[in-house]
């Protein structure tokens, strides 16, 4: 009865893409917006850029742990509890913010926050593995959010120069709101797969050492992505662009996002998985050098507005990669720990290249990320291809 909701075999339906939607909106709507909430913590609680990447760092680590505990029981937890459960957390946390008058009580809050907020996304992501075209669920869904952040990214510097860091988290609070009924139309669990007939339960975190390899991969994409996004309206800052005109252009790079998402919800695995992730990583590792190194408002905005289309068009084909390996959403639950881990420590990292060198040497750090990246996707596209005949026919044939 409950276990229809939307984890139905053939094409995803629009009860998946709104529940898809939800759960990332919680798990990446704190983070499309850090480059705007940076200038703002720093003038209310006279944050430098170490301090402000160890303030994202406690959320995102909020993020990976509960998004960890959820993955490894995706077959006996009741993902539409879960996932309600921490939409309420998450939504606790930000108005807990929003009332913040301590470095102390503000990290607190995040924390919070980043406990909801991982426990919605993988409660979520468990349940859209079991469609059979991932990769387009996972794209729209990015789509939906990245329209939203947006609003966000435009609205926020706005509205914090009015009424101060306090708006920043209210606008976040309220677009949460807003997707929360998503999780509604969950199913209460994942474990039934509609490719097994067998008669027999599947295995948990079948394939290993390739699922292994993926979730590094990701770790790398993700500390690597976050690290630069954390920083760029720091950047932008440096070459004296206002304030208002970087959330401008970071808006902008989202709107060019779309491109990339609509890209992988049409090619999705038509033409295999290696071009897309060669293609887009290799862009995405030359961008961020150009963008460290921007001596210039054009090459700065030239370099977002590109990797906006670049990020949205990979990010798809990660978490269907994870997806293909076990359709009961083990892996693919831990798609989003994957992403927070390296998110954790992407503004961590960043933060301490920036202050201790230059934002140049973070540039370079974050580039070769994205390089291992690659290599560790080739691995598992390629020279472990045998062990599992899924993850060899969605490379080799069309999409399911």
């Not at 990010?315 to 076990?326: E, I, M, N």
Request: hydrophobic share 55%.
């Amino acid at each position: 009865m409950t276990t229809k909701t939307v984890a139905q075999p053939g094409a995803p339906s629009l009860r998946l893409y709104w529940s898809t939607t939800a759960g990332a909106a919680f798990g990446y709507m704190s983070v499309y917006v850090m480059p705007v909430l940076a200038g703002p913590l720093v003038g209310a609680f006279g944050f430098d850029d170490r301090g402000i990447g160890i303030l994202f760092t406690i959320e995102l680590l909020g993020i990976a742990l509960s998004s960890i505990f959820i993955a490894f029981r995706t077959r006996t937890l009741n993902l539409r509890s879960v996932a309600i459960t921490g939409a309420i957390l998450a939504c606790i946390g930000q108005l807990l913010s929003m009332g913040a008058d301590s470095v102390n009580f503000l990290a607190g809050a995040r924390f919070l926050a980043g406990i909801g907020e991982g426990a919605a996304m993988a409660a979520a992501y468990a349940a859209v593995a079991r469609s059979t075209m991932p990769e387009k669920a996972f794209a729209v869904s990015l789509l939906l959010v990245t329209a939203s952040a947006v609003v966000l990214l435009y609205s926020i510097p706005q509205l914090t120069a009015i009424w101060g860091l306090r708006a920043g988290f209210g606008a976040l609070l309220t677009l949460l709101l807003l997707v929360s009924p998503g999780f509604l139309l969950l199913p209460t669990s994942a474990a039934v797969n509609p490719h097994d007939d067998t008669g027999q339960a599947p295995s948990h975190f079948p394939y290993r050492t390739l699922g292994v390899m993926a979730l590094l991969a990701f770790v790398l994409l993700s500390l690597a992505d976050l690290g630069i996004w954390a920083f760029a309206g720091r950047i932008g800052a440096n070459l004296e662009i206002p304030p208002q005109q970087i959330g401008t252009i970071l808006a902008l790079s989202q709107i060019f996002g779309v491109g990339g998402g609509l890209a992988a919800a049409y090619v999705q695995v038509k033409y295999g998985r290696v071009l897309p992730f060669v293609v887009g990583l290799l862009l995405i590792a030359c961008l961020y050098l150009g963008l460290t190194g921007a001596a210039s408002k054009s090459i700065y905005t030239l370099c977002l507005l590109l990797l906006g289309v670049t990020t949205l068009f990979v990010y798809p084909y990660f978490t269907g990669l994870l997806a293909a390996l076990d359709h009961a959403g083990s892996w693919t639950a831990l798609a989003g720990s994957a992403a927070a881990i390296g998110m954790t420590f992407g503004p961590l990292t960043a933060g301490y290249l920036a202050a201790e060198y230059s934002y140049r040497v973070m540039g370079g750090a974050m580039s070769g990320a994205i390089i291992l990246a690659l290599l560790l996707v080739l691995g598992v596209l390629s020279k472990k291809r045998g062990q599992s005949p899924l993850i060899q026919s969605q490379v080799k044939g069309p999409a399911e």
